[in-house]
């Protein structure tokens, strides 16, 4: 587990692939190739959110300022979980892979096991 330092978070980061990198203001950097599939975690309810983005701190942003109309209702939000991906299409299998059946039950069991659930 990596500690998420500029993200507002009291919850880990768990990174399942790939590893953690922070710029100078503690963010998670975009980088040009890489896309990421990330999970989210409201603050004041029981609501996660699944989705992919090529910049997680500014999809972050997204979330917490309202601009996401799927989650728009149960923020704010902390990141609790990504993984790094080097083409959008890995990324867009591994988001729906995550959102259905088997990929969301061991998503749930992988993150309760880290505490992150």
Do not use: D
Request: proline share 4%; charged share 25%.
């Amino acid at each position: 587990m990596v500690e998420c330092g500029g993200l507002e978070s009291r919850f880990p980061i768990i990174s399942g692939r790939g590893f953690f990198r922070r710029n100078s203001a503690g963010e998670i950097p975009p980088s040009p190739l890489m896309y990421y599939v990330y999970v989210l975690k409201s603050v004041t309810g029981n609501f996660h959110y699944i989705g992919h983005s090529e910049n997680i701190s500014f999809r972050l942003k997204q979330h917490n300022a309202g601009k996401v109309r799927a989650s728009k209702a149960h923020r704010p939000y902390t990141l609790i979980y990504f993984e790094e991906y080097q083409t959008k299409s890995e990324a867009q299998k591994r988001e729906y892979y995550l959102k259905r059946g088997k990929g969301n039950f061991w998503l749930r069991e992988h993150l309760k096991e880290k505490g992150g659930w």
